[in-house]
Protein backbone atom coordinates (compact mmCIF):
# COMPACT_ATOMS: atom_id res chain seq x y z
CA UNK A 1 0.00 0.00 0.00
CA UNK A 2 1.14 3.36 -0.81
CA UNK A 3 1.82 5.99 1.85
CA UNK A 4 -0.30 8.73 -0.10
CA UNK A 5 -3.09 7.32 -2.29
CA UNK A 6 -4.97 9.59 -5.15
CA UNK A 7 -7.14 8.88 -7.72
CA UNK A 8 -5.68 8.91 -11.40
CA UNK A 9 -8.81 10.03 -13.00
CA UNK A 10 -9.00 11.74 -15.28
CA UNK A 11 -12.05 14.23 -13.84
CA UNK A 12 -13.53 15.39 -16.76
CA UNK A 13 -16.32 18.77 -16.02
CA UNK A 14 -17.97 21.35 -17.70
CA UNK A 15 -17.20 24.53 -17.42
CA UNK A 16 -18.43 26.40 -13.98
CA UNK A 17 -18.60 23.09 -12.21
CA UNK A 18 -17.37 22.60 -8.67
CA UNK A 19 -14.05 20.29 -8.79
CA UNK A 20 -13.43 17.70 -5.81
CA UNK A 21 -9.88 16.00 -5.75
CA UNK A 22 -9.51 14.08 -2.44
CA UNK A 23 -6.15 12.13 -0.84
CA UNK A 24 -6.08 9.71 1.92
CA UNK A 25 -2.72 8.74 3.68
CA UNK A 26 -1.66 5.99 5.87
CA UNK A 27 1.04 7.92 8.21
CA UNK A 28 -0.60 9.93 11.42
CA UNK A 29 3.20 11.80 11.05
CA UNK A 30 2.37 13.62 8.36
CA UNK A 31 1.96 17.25 9.16
CA UNK A 32 2.11 19.41 6.36
CA UNK A 33 -0.38 19.35 3.30
CA UNK A 34 -0.01 20.41 -0.27
CA UNK A 35 -1.73 20.71 -3.22
CA UNK A 36 0.53 21.46 -6.90
CA UNK A 37 -0.96 21.76 -10.11
CA UNK A 38 1.16 20.28 -12.93
CA UNK A 39 0.70 21.23 -16.71
CA UNK A 40 2.01 19.28 -19.35
CA UNK A 41 5.81 19.14 -19.36
CA UNK A 42 5.95 21.43 -16.67
CA UNK A 43 6.98 21.22 -13.12
CA UNK A 44 4.61 21.14 -10.01
CA UNK A 45 3.20 24.99 -9.21
CA UNK A 46 2.36 24.99 -5.68
CA UNK A 47 -1.83 26.06 -5.18
CA UNK A 48 -2.08 25.72 -1.28
CA UNK A 49 -0.36 24.81 1.82
CA UNK A 50 -1.78 23.52 4.83
CA UNK A 51 -0.44 22.52 8.25
CA UNK A 52 -2.00 20.30 10.34
CA UNK A 53 -6.09 19.77 10.35
CA UNK A 54 -8.38 22.93 8.96
CA UNK A 55 -9.36 24.92 6.34
CA UNK A 56 -7.18 27.09 3.75
CA UNK A 57 -9.36 29.40 1.23
CA UNK A 58 -7.65 31.18 -1.33
CA UNK A 59 -9.83 32.81 -4.20
CA UNK A 60 -11.34 30.33 -6.39
CA UNK A 61 -9.47 27.11 -4.32
CA UNK A 62 -10.18 25.67 -0.52
CA UNK A 63 -7.58 22.95 0.69
CA UNK A 64 -9.33 20.77 3.46
CA UNK A 65 -7.14 18.65 5.84
CA UNK A 66 -8.82 16.34 8.34
CA UNK A 67 -6.19 14.19 10.09
CA UNK A 68 -8.45 12.16 12.21
CA UNK A 69 -9.79 10.68 8.96
CA UNK A 70 -6.15 10.93 7.15
CA UNK A 71 -7.76 12.41 4.15
CA UNK A 72 -7.43 15.58 1.78
CA UNK A 73 -9.27 17.45 -0.55
CA UNK A 74 -9.06 20.24 -2.75
CA UNK A 75 -12.09 22.11 -4.14
CA UNK A 76 -12.26 23.92 -7.40
CA UNK A 77 -15.27 26.54 -7.93
CA UNK A 78 -16.30 27.88 -10.73
CA UNK A 79 -14.27 25.69 -13.07
CA UNK A 80 -12.14 26.89 -16.23
CA UNK A 81 -10.34 25.12 -19.15
CA UNK A 82 -7.53 27.07 -17.95
CA UNK A 83 -7.63 24.65 -14.58
CA UNK A 84 -7.22 21.77 -16.60
CA UNK A 85 -4.09 20.46 -15.54
CA UNK A 86 -3.10 17.21 -13.49
CA UNK A 87 -3.32 18.11 -10.00
CA UNK A 88 -0.51 16.16 -6.98
CA UNK A 89 -1.78 16.34 -3.16
CA UNK A 90 2.15 16.19 -1.34
CA UNK A 91 2.87 15.53 2.76
CA UNK A 92 5.96 16.32 4.75
CA UNK A 93 6.31 16.40 8.22
CA UNK A 94 7.68 12.95 9.37
CA UNK A 95 11.09 12.38 11.20
CA UNK A 96 11.90 15.76 10.19
CA UNK A 97 12.83 15.48 7.22
CA UNK A 98 12.08 17.91 4.44
CA UNK A 99 11.27 15.49 1.54
CA UNK A 100 7.69 15.26 0.13
CA UNK A 101 5.63 12.44 -0.52
CA UNK A 102 3.52 12.70 -3.83
CA UNK A 103 0.21 11.04 -4.42
CA UNK A 104 0.02 10.11 -8.36
CA UNK A 105 -1.94 12.95 -9.36
CA UNK A 106 -5.73 13.51 -10.85
CA UNK A 107 -5.39 14.75 -14.08
CA UNK A 108 -8.67 17.66 -14.49
CA UNK A 109 -10.34 18.44 -17.97
CA UNK A 110 -12.49 21.36 -17.75
CA UNK A 111 -14.39 21.42 -21.37
CA UNK A 112 -15.94 24.89 -22.43
CA UNK B 1 17.35 33.80 -11.85
CA UNK B 2 13.83 34.26 -12.19
CA UNK B 3 12.99 30.37 -11.85
CA UNK B 4 14.61 27.26 -11.39
CA UNK B 5 17.08 26.42 -14.54
CA UNK B 6 17.38 22.60 -15.78
CA UNK B 7 19.49 21.62 -18.39
CA UNK B 8 19.22 19.75 -20.81
CA UNK B 9 15.32 19.70 -21.20
CA UNK B 10 15.61 16.79 -22.84
CA UNK B 11 18.34 13.94 -22.92
CA UNK B 12 18.43 10.78 -24.61
CA UNK B 13 21.23 8.26 -24.16
CA UNK B 14 22.47 4.89 -24.69
CA UNK B 15 21.99 2.21 -22.46
CA UNK B 16 25.64 1.81 -20.13
CA UNK B 17 26.37 5.62 -20.79
CA UNK B 18 26.99 8.45 -17.91
CA UNK B 19 24.74 11.38 -17.79
CA UNK B 20 24.88 14.13 -16.27
CA UNK B 21 22.03 16.53 -15.38
CA UNK B 22 22.01 19.93 -14.62
CA UNK B 23 20.11 22.76 -11.74
CA UNK B 24 20.38 26.43 -11.34
CA UNK B 25 17.97 27.39 -8.20
CA UNK B 26 17.09 30.58 -8.01
CA UNK B 27 19.51 33.09 -6.76
CA UNK B 28 19.79 32.90 -2.41
CA UNK B 29 17.84 29.79 -2.11
CA UNK B 30 20.06 27.16 -0.19
CA UNK B 31 17.87 24.59 0.34
CA UNK B 32 17.69 21.97 -3.20
CA UNK B 33 15.94 19.27 -3.91
CA UNK B 34 15.99 16.53 -6.61
CA UNK B 35 12.94 14.30 -7.44
CA UNK B 36 12.14 11.78 -10.17
CA UNK B 37 8.69 11.30 -12.27
CA UNK B 38 7.96 8.35 -13.99
CA UNK B 39 4.78 8.58 -16.53
CA UNK B 40 1.33 8.50 -15.04
CA UNK B 41 3.57 8.69 -11.15
CA UNK B 42 4.13 11.39 -8.74
CA UNK B 43 7.19 12.64 -7.91
CA UNK B 44 9.33 10.35 -5.85
CA UNK B 45 11.84 12.09 -3.93
CA UNK B 46 15.54 11.54 -4.49
CA UNK B 47 18.42 14.04 -2.42
CA UNK B 48 18.11 17.07 -0.42
CA UNK B 49 20.82 19.40 0.16
CA UNK B 50 21.20 22.39 2.17
CA UNK B 51 23.87 24.56 1.34
CA UNK B 52 26.62 22.65 -0.03
CA UNK B 53 25.82 19.11 1.82
CA UNK B 54 23.80 16.35 0.77
CA UNK B 55 21.48 16.76 3.93
CA UNK B 56 19.31 13.81 3.32
CA UNK B 57 19.91 11.35 0.15
CA UNK B 58 17.80 8.17 0.91
CA UNK B 59 15.56 8.44 -2.14
CA UNK B 60 18.88 7.72 -3.90
CA UNK B 61 17.84 4.41 -5.43
CA UNK B 62 21.15 2.97 -5.70
CA UNK B 63 25.03 3.86 -6.19
CA UNK B 64 24.94 4.69 -9.83
CA UNK B 65 23.08 7.50 -8.33
CA UNK B 66 25.06 10.80 -7.28
CA UNK B 67 24.79 14.41 -7.15
CA UNK B 68 26.59 17.47 -5.82
CA UNK B 69 26.35 21.03 -5.38
CA UNK B 70 30.05 22.34 -4.89
CA UNK B 71 29.47 25.97 -4.09
CA UNK B 72 26.33 25.61 -2.13
CA UNK B 73 24.36 27.01 -5.65
CA UNK B 74 24.31 24.94 -8.91
CA UNK B 75 23.59 21.11 -8.86
CA UNK B 76 24.46 18.34 -11.15
CA UNK B 77 22.60 14.95 -10.88
CA UNK B 78 24.89 12.20 -12.40
CA UNK B 79 23.66 8.96 -13.84
CA UNK B 80 26.13 5.79 -14.02
CA UNK B 81 25.77 2.97 -16.55
CA UNK B 82 22.47 4.21 -17.50
CA UNK B 83 19.04 1.20 -17.75
CA UNK B 84 16.12 1.52 -19.57
CA UNK B 85 14.44 2.07 -16.48
CA UNK B 86 16.47 5.63 -15.44
CA UNK B 87 13.90 6.78 -17.98
CA UNK B 88 12.09 9.84 -16.39
CA UNK B 89 11.39 12.85 -15.78
CA UNK B 90 14.35 14.64 -13.34
CA UNK B 91 13.10 17.57 -11.03
CA UNK B 92 15.05 19.83 -9.09
CA UNK B 93 13.23 22.18 -6.91
CA UNK B 94 14.64 25.15 -4.86
CA UNK B 95 13.63 27.28 -1.07
CA UNK B 96 14.94 30.06 0.40
CA UNK B 97 14.79 27.84 3.70
CA UNK B 98 13.26 24.09 4.52
CA UNK B 99 9.79 23.53 4.06
CA UNK B 100 7.38 22.76 1.55
CA UNK B 101 5.70 25.85 1.19
CA UNK B 102 8.48 27.58 -0.44
CA UNK B 103 9.60 25.03 -3.41
CA UNK B 104 10.05 26.42 -6.77
CA UNK B 105 10.08 23.41 -9.12
CA UNK B 106 12.10 23.89 -12.57
CA UNK B 107 10.44 22.35 -15.34
CA UNK B 108 12.53 19.40 -15.36
CA UNK B 109 15.12 17.02 -17.75
CA UNK B 110 13.36 14.17 -19.50
CA UNK B 111 15.85 11.04 -19.64
CA UNK B 112 15.07 8.56 -22.13
CA UNK B 113 17.66 5.48 -21.83
CA UNK B 114 17.48 3.35 -25.35
Redesign the interface.
Known sequence: QKEVEQDPGPLSVPEGAIVSLNCTYSNSAFQYFMWYRQYSRKGPELLMYTYSSGNKEDGRFTAQVDKSSKYISLFIRDSQPSDSATYLCAMSGVENTDKLIFGTGTRLQVFP | GAG?SQTPSNKVTEKGKYVELRCDPISGHT?L?W?RQSL??????LI?FQGTGA??D??LPNDRFFAVRPEGSVSTLKIQRTERGDSAVY?C?SSLR????G??????T?LTVV
Open positions: VAYYGQGPEFYADSGLAPGGEYTFGSGR
